[in-house]
């Protein structure tokens, strides 16, 4: 089952994180959610989700404030043990990058809300292997963070939230599961907190 192979890409990402953050997990929800805080990075979260018919794997890691970085931003869809949708994007805040991502998988169309992305945004249907490109960005992308700053990314980074709320999808996949009031709690407080 593609389930089991996107929990083996789930640990693999944990690890990698845990090697230069602080793990923090959270339990109060009906899915995986292990968030870290790092030197290197204000914030990252994992979220696994995982049902007969649906898997998901979702993580973002944002830059501190002071950071020019820009946002890594990871999602895969599994659907009755298909792999539907693979999503990947290095989202810039206030400065470009030269992290480059590899097009893959077999394109789908970007969605309306998401025009914030980067012309990389990767927006596919995937094999396993274009799966692995997730993990491959995000070791290029932890690489290229630096300590210190003088940027201020914080209503970039707000953008971004905003922007990503805009996605029906993700209420409209959560609320199916666990039911409109925790659907929006969870996004909120968990999947895209407010920082303004």
């Known amino acids: 089952m593609y389930s089991t192979f996107l929990k083996t890409q789930a640990y693999a990402i944990k690890d990698r994180l845990s090697q230069v953050g602080t793990s923090h997990p959270n339990h109060e929800y009906p899915c995986g959610n292990t968030s870290w805080t790092s030197k290197l990075f204000r914030t990252a979260h994992l979220q696994e989700y995982y049902t007969n018919k649906v898997s998901?794997?979702?993580?973002?890691?944002?830059?501190?404030?002071?950071?020019?970085?820009?946002?890594?931003?990871?999602?895969?869809?599994?659907?009755?043990?298909n792999l539907t949708g693979m999503f990947l994007d290095v989202t810039p805040t206030v400065a470009e990058h030269n992290i480059k991502?590899?097009?893959?998988?077999?394109?789908?169309?970007?969605?309306?809300?998401?025009?914030?992305?980067?012309?990389?945004?990767?927006?596919?249907?995937?094999?396993?292997?274009?799966?692995?490109?997730?993990?491959?960005?995000?070791?290029?992308?932890?690489?290229?963070?630096?300590l210190g700053g003088t940027s201020n990314s914080m209503l970039a980074q707000q953008d971004y939230i905003t922007s990503q709320k805009k996605n029906p999808q993700t209420f409209g996949m959560l609320k199916s599961h666990v039911g409109e009031e925790t659907a929006k709690r969870y996004i909120e407080t968990v999947l895209f907190p407010d920082i303004i």
């Open 56 to 81: 998901i794997l979702h993580c973002v890691v944002m830059p501190h404030f002071t950071s020019n970085a820009p946002i890594y931003g990871f999602d895969v869809i599994e659907i009755n043990g």
């Open 101 to 146: 991502i590899p097009q893959v998988g077999e394109p789908r169309p970007v969605p309306d809300w998401g025009s914030f992305f980067s012309k990389q945004f990767v927006c596919c249907k995937p094999s396993k292997d274009d799966v692995q490109v997730g993990y491959d960005v995000l070791n290029k992308y932890l690489g290229s963070l630096t």
